[in-house]
C-alpha cells in the first residue's frame, strides 16, 4: 500500500455535523485535500497545540508524548490506511528503547494531534487521496462539473470545504442546489 504524506492545513467547525470540526489534510505536492470529521474534544487539543497555547495541566495528547518521553520511545509516523463507511482508521508506529517498531491502533484525530507535537510524519493511503481528495481552483471551487453531478453527500462536504476557503459566493450557490435537491426528493 503506498504511503503519501498529508500536512494539517486547517482546522473548521462542522458546517453539516454539530458539535463536530473538519481537518484539513493536504498533500504539498498535487495540493490535494482531505477533510476529516473529528470531534470537539481532540480539535481543542489540535487547535491549542497549533495556536501554540500551553494550558494549565497536560491533555490526554501530552500525557502521551510524556510517556514516550519516559520510556526513551520515538514516534516515527502516523498513517492513515482505511476508509470504510465514511470512518477513517489510522496506526500510529514507534520505536522502543531497543529500536523495535510497534504499532497501534488510533483514531486518526488522536494520532494527529500526537503527531504534531511530535513533529512526526503523517501519511495517507494512496488510494484514500485518490478517492477522497480534492483540489481547489483559485476561486476556491472544486474542480469538478456542475453541482448535479454531486451526491448530497459531496455536496454538503462540499459546503464545508468553500466555508473554511470563506467563498461565501459560492457557499450560497452550494445551499441552493442542497435545498433544490431536497425539495426534488
Do not use: W
Amino acid at each position: 500500500m503506498q504511503k503519501i504524506e498529508v500536512n494539517v492545513i486547517a482546522l473548521t467547525e462542522s458546517v453539516s455535523k454539530p458539535q463536530h470540526y473538519v481537518l484539513i489534510l493536504q498533500e504539498p505536492k498535487s495540493k490535494k485535500r482531505i477533510p476529516i470529521i473529528i470531534g470537539i474534544h481532540e480539535a481543542k487539543s489540535i487547535a491549542m497545540f497549533m495556536e501554540k497555547l500551553t494550558p494549565s495541566r497536560p491533555q490526554t495528547h501530552d500525557l502521551f508524548i510524556s510517556f514516550f518521553d519516559k520510556l526513551q520511545s520515538k514516534l516515527k509516523e502516523v498513517f492513515i490506511h482505511t476508509l470504510d463507511d465514511q470512518t477513517y482508521y489510522s496506526k500510529v508506529f514507534f520505536h522502543d528503547t531497543y529500536k523495535a517498531l510497534h504499532e497501534i491502533d488510533a483514531r486518526p484525530s488522536d494520532a494527529i494531534a500526537i503527531a504534531i507535537r511530535c513533529d512526526c510524519p503523517i501519511f495517507i493511503s494512496e488510494l484514500i487521496l485518490e478517492t477522497t481528495g480534492y483540489l481547489i481552483d483559485e476561486k476556491g471551487r472544486e474542480k469538478k462539473g456542475s453541482y448535479a453531478e454531486y451526491s448530497m453527500r459531496e455536496l454538503e462536504e462540499l459546503l464545508e470545504k468553500v466555508i473554511l476557503k470563506e467563498d461565501y459566493e459560492s457557499a450560497i450557490r452550494i445551499r441552493e442546489a442542497i435545498e433544490r435537491r431536497k425539495k426534488a426528493q
